[in-house]
């Protein structure tokens, strides 16, 4: 709604970026959306919404594998086109965005389709370190004189890792960064949102 509201994106002087909106980012927390657009409209890019449906990870979690399938496929084809003329796409919510580059390969038929879009999907930490290369290092952030202690989600950390979300934070002038020593956070997708889980959950937290 905000993203509607505001008429559009700003042209970019270095073209479009496509944004998932993943489920949470758009019904919990709308304002880590907002302002990953202006982060990345500061970074030279126009931001670019497309209908989408949601990952299929909790879907596949659940087994309900054609469900998730069936997103699968309509994501692919939704971000297909814009992908196909050099677009990334960017995603907040690793599990989410992630199901692009892992799942999505493994579950959709048409293997090309799915792969293209997978190797043209990134973290927005990802996209931060391309988007320095692409603007020859140009990028420059204001000091924040803080202490940041980053959790590594589970997911992330797994797949990708989380390096270049410590290297982003690091280039952070007066900004002292530090991983913290954590596990599982134990809200593990929707396990910790099912109540015959509430204990577990909060003994792991």
């Known amino acids: ?23 949470f980012t758009n019904y919990n927390h709308p304002e880590i959306g907002i302002s990953a657009t202006l982060v990345l409209e500061k970074l030279g890019y126009q931001v670019v919404l497309v209908p989408t449906r949601c990952c299929g990870r909790p879907m596949l979690s659940n087994g309900l594998l054609e469900k998730a399938r069936s997103n699968a496929r309509f994501n692919v084809e939704s971000v297909l086109p814009y992908v196909k003329n050099g ?4 995603g907040l919510e690793p599990s ?7 799942e999505y390969v493994e579950i959709l038929d048409d293997f090309h ?7 043209n999907t990134l973290l927005i930490e990802e996209f931060v370190l391309f988007a320095k290369q692409q603007c020859k ?3 420059i952030f204001q ?9 590594g989600h589970c997911h992330q950390k797994a797949l990708v890792g989380i390096d270049q979300a410590l290297e982003v934070l690091r280039m952070i002038p007066e ?5 913290i020593p954590s596990g599982c956070c134990g809200m593990a997708g ?5 109540k015959e889980h509430y204990e577990i959950s909060l003994k792991i937290g």
């Open 1 to 23: 709604q905000w993203f509607r509201a505001r008429g559009g994106s700003s042209q970019g002087i270095y073209g479009q970026v496509l944004l998932f909106a993943d489920t």
């Open 87 to 90: 677009v990334k796409l960017v």
């Open 96 to 102: 989410c965005i992630l199901s692009f580059r892992d």
């Open 113 to 119: 389709d799915a792969k293209l879009v997978a190797d």
């Open 137 to 139: 290092d140009k990028i």
């Open 143 to 151: 000091p924040r004189r803080s202490k940041v202690l980053l959790h």
């Open 175 to 179: 900004c002292d960064v530090m991983e």
């Open 190 to 194: 929707a396990f910790g949102f099912e």
